[in-house]
T-cell receptor, first 111, second 113 residues
Framework: EPEVTQTPSHQVTQMGQEVILRCVPI?????FYWYRQILGQKVEFLVS????????KSEIFDDQFSVERPDGSNFTLKIRSTKLEDSAMYFC?????????FGSGTQLSVL | GQQLNQSPQSMFIQEGEDVSMNCTSS?????WLWYKQDPGEGPVLLIA?????ELTSNGRLTAQFGITRKDSFLNISASIPSDVGIYFC?????????????FGTGTLLAVQP
């Protein structure tokens, strides 16, 4: 069964460093998303991406964040100058519109 | 921001019992989805509901889309230990022009063998 894959599964970084989280969406999906889940909390929307541009973003997704689809298969989330409060599980998802399928996540720890 | 409230927050039940949880919102959604999350994993889609009043089953799971489009419930019959996890409702399509999901606060389910 097709699935969304994310790498790395865990990322530890120093405060102020840049990180890139990678995702391979399901191949025939057109819509891509990043969500975040701080430990013990609900899953929060960050950004949606369609037709090579951001279609919607939340208040969390400020200038520190950017997304890119560098080729036909990868979808990345870049976090510049990481802060302690960026520590969370980051989930990539893809859909053909309604049903979103999520990856297993990248656990980001900012020290 | 938008809030979907789930109840109960947590449930501790015996294997074989039936479970019911619900989700309410102050906003109307076009689609309701239910996800299950295991520790350290991403949410896994269980059921999607597209029409007000719709009742849909997936094995031992049954979910309904409320008539007002502001609520949904999920029932699990004859629970088993592998049902343990956090169950999230998610609303989609608020305002019609978006497919982003707004997640509920989650219900933690623990099943005693």
């Amino acid at each position: 069964e097709p699935e969304v894959t994310q790498t790395p599964s865990h990322q530890v970084t120093q405060m102020g460093q840049e990180v890139i989280l990678r995702c391979v969406p399901i191949s025939n999906h057109l819509y891509f998303y990043w969500y975040r889940q701080i430990l013990g909390q609900k899953v929060e929307f960050l950004v949606s991406f369609y037709n090579n541009e951001i279609s919607e973003k939340s208040e969390i997704f400020d200038d520190q964040f950017s997304v890119e689809r560098p080729d036909g298969s990868n979808f990345t989330l870049k976090i510049r100058s990481t802060k302690l409060e960026d520590s969370a599980m980051y989930f990539c998802a893809s859909s053909d519109w309604e049903k979103l399928f999520f990856g297993s996540g990248t656990q980001l720890s900012v020290l | 921001g938008q809030q979907l409230n789930q109840s109960p927050q947590s449930m501790f039940i015996q294997e074989g019992e039936d479970v019911s949880m619900n989700c309410t919102s102050s906003s109307i959604f076009n689609t309701w989805l239910w996800y299950k999350q295991d520790p350290g994993e991403g949410p896994v889609l269980l059921i999607a509901l597209y029409k007000a009043g719709e009742l849909t089953s997936n094995g031992r799971l049954t979910a309904q889309f409320g008539i007002t489009r502001k609520d949904s419930f999920l029932n699990i019959s004859a629970s088993i230990p592998s049902d343990v996890g956090i169950y999230f409702c998610a609303g989609q399509g608020r305002g019609g022009a978006t497919n982003k999901l707004i997640f509920g606060t989650g219900t933690l389910l623990a099943v005693q063998p």
